[in-house]
């Protein structure tokens, strides 16, 4: 019997067992699948949060490239450079094949390629476009920026512009440049590099730029305004001295033509151009302390009006002197009439100690004065005023400045 219990028993205790390890194996593998289905989620998470982080960093990086292009940017006031860095700034941040910032026409209401960097530029900036024309004209038009994946099949796209430069646009990133809301252009960056497409975070960081570029394009047009009133006014007084004598009309205007024309041979740096531009306009400016019967008189000088009018050297530069901001012309004015030989007034400079400013300014001066019409004689004729130039180098003129006035001549630039 007890046997038998135990027969009996034993099956029973075995189908349990194996009934529970199911029960157990069941358990197990739920546990493992819900395990497995946390450790996945986990994965998810960790590649997700990864991929955040690189695109914080990304982003980071962009914000310190922004910082950086914006410093270069605001580091002029000389719009032509503003308009260049824009554009390396735009290519640069974002990434891009080329970029090009395109700025309005007021008068015509159109917009121009102001510059396009990479080897398609020269073909590129003489394009025009109307407003709302192509996906710049769009963006110029609504003040919104916008971002085109493939402009090929966009029917805004201008395509006018690939033909002709042989260039192809496959996608653009474009946002308004806004002046106290007012669009005055668009900065575009066209086809992204590395096979990426352009995102809603590049147009937040692209938009700060080009708010950038705005603020630099303005403060470029206040100084030029400002420069341009200020040539204006310097320009009007020389005008009222001249004025004064009947037979120089028209004098202030070619002298500073013909030093610009020198200035521009010797590629000087434009700050010094501006300086040789005043210097020209105002280095008689001290003839305001002449008095009239000297200034007008047409018969030759007696020694004592002849020192008085030596004297407008040192009174233009006594008048400048007060301005601090003019000082850089000063030269100009002092010495005009000093002579390589050390002959000149008012200090006798001679050859390197004259400075070239003045230098250059003394064979416009001159040239003008040879080819003007005087009561007492008739002008020169171009090439025997040259001759005479020519043959007064050494002793009155810098040979240099001479040939390249000279040239200046031959290539039509006068
Ligand atoms: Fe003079």
């Known amino acids: 019997m007890a046997t038998g219990e135990r027969r009996s028993k034993a099956p029973r205790n075995v189908e349990e067992e194996i009934r529970n390890y199911k029960k157990k194996v069941s358990e197990v593998s739920r546990r493992a699948s819900r395990l497995n289905r946390s450790l996945k989620q986990k994965e998810r998470e960790i590649r997700e949060l990864q991929k955040a982080i690189e695109k914080s960093h990304e982003w980071e990086k962009q914000l310190l ?232 008189k047409t018969d030759k000088l007696d020694e004592e009006e002849y020192n008085q009018m030596k004297q407008h050297t040192l009174m233009g530069a006594e008048i400048i002197g007060h301005i601090k901001q003019l000082h850089g012309i000063i030269p100009g004015l002092k010495y005009h009439h000093e002579k390589i030989d050390g002959k000149g007034y008012p200090e006798g400079l001679a050859d390197d100690n004259i400075p070239l400013i003045a230098k250059i300014v003394a064979v416009a001066d001159t040239f003008d004065a040879m080819t003007s019409d005087r009561p007492y004689r008739k002008p020169l004729e171009k090439e025997k005023a040259c001759a005479e130039l020519r043959r007064c180098c050494g002793t009155q003129f810098d040979r240099a400045l001479v040939d390249v006035f000279i040239k200046a001549i031959e290539i039509g630039k006068i």
């Open 65 to 296: 490239t922004l910082t950086v292009l914006s410093r270069i940017l605001n580091s002029t006031l000389e719009h032509r450079t503003v308009r260049r860095r824009a554009m390396q700034a735009a290519t640069e941040l974002m990434k891009a094949e080329v970029g090009s910032l395109l700025l309005i026409d007021e008068e015509s209401n159109r917009l121009y390629f102001e510059v396009a960097l990479g080897d398609k530029e020269e073909t590129v900036k003489t394009f025009h476009l109307e407003m709302g024309e192509g996906i710049a004209g769009w963006v110029a038009k609504h003040g919104e920026p916008l971002i085109v994946h493939d402009t090929q099949s966009d029917p805004r796209f201008f395509s006018e512009v690939d033909r002709k430069s042989k260039f192809t646009t496959k996608n653009v990133i474009c946002v308004p440049v806004k002046v106290k809301e007012k669009t005055i252009g668009v900065l575009e960056a066209i086809n992204k590099l590395g096979g990426e497409a352009f995102s809603e975070d590049d147009v937040a960081i692209f938009q700060s730029l080009a708010d950038q570029v705005a603020v630099a394009l303005d403060n470029a047009r206040l100084l030029a305004e400002i420069e341009g009133l200020f040539f204006q006014t310097a320009e009007s007084l020389a005008d009222a001295i001249e004025k004064r004598d009947p037979y120089t009309g028209g004098h202030t205007k070619r002298v500073t033509t013909y030093s610009l024309a020198i200035g521009e041979q010797l590629n000087l740096e434009s700050s010094d151009m501006r300086w040789l531009k005043l210097a020209a306009i105002l280095h008689d400016i001290g003839k305001i302390g002449v008095e009239d019967r000297i200034l007008r």
